[in-house]
């Protein structure tokens, strides 16, 4: 990767930053969502952008963040911090647990099985009396939404450096390998369900904590909001709107996702899920490997860009 990108990269690191002390009130709380999106969508592009398996169940470990989170505050009145570590247990126990048996599958047996774990997770913390069954939970109000977006920030600049760090290791080159043809990656010597399990691990991690941040924002916990699966729907539009298996593609398409989505609900209101559902597909169908393609080769940016697109996928 070019130094100019790292040093442009790091430099809006910076900007952003200082968003708090400048921006309005509304703008910092689009700023935690948006944030917040761009930490999910970099977590699904560990396992799904370079290893190639698209998974439905990463919102799995972001309810589990959720959870754990919101039941030690309430229930146990620990710190913020300490719900956070349960959280993220909950979540890498989870991914370990689940991830050996589901990894197994490939395809769309894959996505299909992980899209049914987030029903089943869902239906168990509905009757569970510690996390409030379907009434949920009610976090501690903090008004403090620089800290939230701070704490956001933070976290999606870790993550991002640890997809850098795959980007550039030979862990990341197995992932890449099993993503191409994984029989091929397992003759030459790649263990591929240890590789699988892994990148699931590592995302689960950073999900959860978003989970968590999420959870004492907003203050409210249920199973409905904590398991929603069209969360994990945006996760994956966003990462492959912006280039998946890429470093800084999902940041840059969950960022432009989420201002269209906002510019639409404030201008066309109930229309706008409509519209932008319309954006995506106009963009999976002239774009289908996202910004990311474009700004690496802009020098071909032009009509036969689309054309081409289009005449590969057969659209």
């Known amino acids: 990767m070019k130094t100019r990108t790292l040093i442009l990269a790091a430099a809006v690191a910076v900007a952003l930053a200082f968003v708090p002390m400048f921006g309005s009130d509304v703008m910092i709380q689009f700023g935690i969502n948006a944030l917040v999106l761009a930490v999910l969508a970099q977590s699904w592009n560990i396992l799904g952008g370079f290893g190639g398996y698209v998974s439905f169940g990463n919102s799995v470990f972001y309810g589990l963040g959720t959870y754990g989170t919101a039941i030690a505050m309430t229930t146990y009145n620990l710190p913020f911090g300490v719900g956070l570590v349960i959280g993220v247990v909950l979540a890498m126990l989870g991914a370990a647990l689940v991830g050996v048996p589901i990894l197994r599958l490939r395809g769309p047996y894959f996505a299909i099985a992980t899209l049914g774990l987030n029903g089943a997770m869902m239906a168990i913390f509905s009757n569970l009396p510690i996390a409030g069954t379907n009434i949920g939970l009610v976090l501690p109000l903090t008004r403090n939404d620089t800290m939230f977006y701070e704490l956001s920030l933070a976290l999606l ?75 994990n729907v945006r996760m994956v539009i966003m990462c492959v709107f912006g280039g998946p ?61 689309f054309i081409r697109n289009i005449r590969e996928n057969r659209l």
């Open 157 to 231: 600049v870790a993550c991002t450096l640890t997809v850098f760090w795959i980007s550039r290791s030979r862990y990341g080159m197995g992932l890449i390998a099993i993503r191409e043809d994984e029989d091929a990656a397992g003759t030459m010597g790649v263990n591929a369900t240890l590789y699988k399990v892994t990148a699931l691990i590592l995302a689960s991690i950073f999900t959860a904590v978003a989970g968590g941040i999420h959870a004492y924002w907003s203050t409210f916990v249920d199973p409905a909001s904590a398991f929603d699966s069209t969360l």
């Open 245 to 305: 298996g890429t470093v800084f593609g999902p940041v840059i398409g969950s960022f432009v996702l989420s201002t269209v989505y906002e510019v639409l609900a404030a201008q066309i209101s109930t229309a706008a899920a409509l519209l932008f559902g319309v954006v995506i597909v106009l963009a999976v169908i002239f774009m289908p490997r996202g910004l990311a393609d474009i700004m690496r080769d802009r020098a071909n940016f032009t009509l036969r860009y």
